[in-house]
């Protein structure tokens, strides 16, 4: 005979647990200042310089890289936005541009990378691939709409200079956030 099951009982058939993190466990990293600024005036002098002898290289944003990695591996919201925002900012003094394009759109990725540094594994090279080619996106769509609907910019959009832009970032930035990895300090 065969036992007899009650309706109103179900029977979790899930076995995996739940983990946390807790903000204890996730590892925060910080920068020597020197080195710090050393890397930031690094990569803005060679985004401002190198297109003019090699053109191909306007499709690397350097410094939005520096933004993605310093935000990211130091995990604070409020040192992601200011980050993003003080590279952004140098960054448009050396277009000609109006300021603030650049402050603006590397601001809202250096709050977003530092939030989802927070809750993904950075230290993964894969993780650090599809990440840059999130924000490198975000950034794009956010420097396009300030541009062109706030400040009357005549710029234009192709998908595939966008897309093709995003990839060459995203495989640029594993290598260079691994060469980036040797100036961190456990904080």
């Not at 000609?96 to 402050?103: K, M, Q, R, S």
């Not at 250096?110 to 939030?115: L, T």
């Not at 540094?117 to 300030?146: C, M, P, Q, W």
Request: charged share 15%; hydrophobic share 50%; proline share 4%.
């Amino acid at each position: 005979m065969l036992p007899k099951i009650c309706p109103s009982r179900r029977i979790s058939r899930n076995n995996v647990p739940i983990t946390y993190t807790s903000n204890e466990q996730v590892e925060v990293y910080r920068f020597n200042i020197p080195t710090a600024i050393l890397i930031t005036l690094s990569a803005l002098a060679i985004q401002a310089f190198v297109p003019r002898w090699l053109p191909f290289f306007n499709l690397f944003d350097l410094p939005l890289l520096v933004v993605i990695f310093f935000a990211m591996t130091r995990r604070s919201q409020v040192g992601g936005m200011l980050t993003g925002a003080a590279i952004g900012l140098l960054q448009d003094s050396l277009t000609i541009h109006p300021v603030g394009l650049y402050g603006i759109a590397k601001t809202v990725v250096g709050y977003g990378a530092s939030s989802l540094g927070v809750k993904l594994d950075v230290e993964n090279l894969g993780s650090r691939f599809l990440v840059t080619l999130f924000f490198f996106a975000l950034h794009e769509v956010v420097y396009f709409t300030i541009a062109r609907e706030l400040v009357g910019l005549r710029v234009e959009w192709t998908w595939a200079h966008e897309l093709g832009s995003a990839f060459a970032n995203a495989i640029l930035a594993v290598a260079l956030f691994a060469m980036m990895d040797r100036f961190k300090q456990r904080a």
